[in-house]
């Protein structure tokens, strides 16, 4: 069984459309994570979520909007795609105790291409 | 956030030799300092972490060394394979609560047959 899912692993759409993300992780962890991860392999985390409650939300354009039905879940929605949206997404999830963050388990990436 | 800064950003090591890849960072509340290792088509994993308690950490191959007074975090890869080819990246966070981690750019290792 996959720790950190996402689905789907490829998305190519044109300039304008709306796309969606899904997560789902298996691992009991209460906290879950956007990564957005650009052509040049830099990671730079989106939006983090505890128990279903936004906790981070990093300069992101509010065309992203994620939601967290509950803990094993966190999608991205992706409104009026840009190219500069285009790039590898990453979920990720932890569990967090009073002493940190705990290890991230990523997910395998989603590769949304926008033409 | 603050910046963790990585280098270099790609190198290339011949099978048996020694990769070293260095990290610095800025604020002094980080304490926890994580390598991820990415492989391509995959997401990134943990690989080894420290805490500056310490000055190094040793698991098989791979150590981490920590000069806190520097705030310079090391990976070190002894005996390089080609298996681990990927990208590294150092990380670090602080310790309590919801801080996420703040990665740096990546390395690129080519480990050459």
């Known amino acids: 069984d996959t720790a950190v899912s996402q689905t789907p692993k490829y998305l190519v759409t044109q300039m304008g459309n709306d796309k969606s993300i899904k997560c789902e992780q298996n691992?009991?962890?209460?906290?879950m994570y956007w990564y957005k991860q650009d052509s040049k392999k830099f990671l730079k985390i989106m939006f983090s979520y505890n128990n279903k409650e936004l906790i981070i939300n990093e300069t992101v354009p509010n065309r992203f909007s994620p939601k967290s039905p509950d803990k094993a879940h966190l999608n991205l929605h992706i409104n009026s795609l840009e190219l500069g949206d285009s790039a590898v997404y990453f979920c990720a999830s932890s569990q967090t105790t009073v002493l940190n963050t705990g290890e991230l388990f990523f997910g395998e990436g989603s590769r949304l291409t926008v033409l | 956030q603050q910046q963790v800064k990585q280098s270099p950003q790609s190198l290339i090591v011949q099978k048996g030799g020694i990769s070293i890849i260095n990290c610095a960072y800025e604020?002094?509340?980080?304490?926890?300092f994580p390598w991820y290792q990415q492989f391509p088509g995959k997401g990134p994993a943990l690989l080894i972490a420290?805490?500056?308690?310490?000055s190094e950490k040793k698991e098989g191959r791979f150590t981490i060394s920590f000069n806190k007074s520097a705030k310079q975090f090391s990976l070190h890869i002894m005996d390089s394979q080609p298996g681990d080819s990927a990208t590294y990246f150092c990380?670090?966070?602080?310790?309590?609560?919801?801080?996420?981690?703040?990665f740096g750019k990546g390395t690129m290792l080519l480990v050459s047959p």
């Open positions: 691992l009991g962890h209460d906290t």
């Open positions: 990380a670090a966070s602080k310790g309590s609560g919801y801080s996420t981690l703040t």
């Open positions: 604020n002094t509340a980080f304490d926890y």
């Open positions: 420290i805490r500056p308690d310490v």
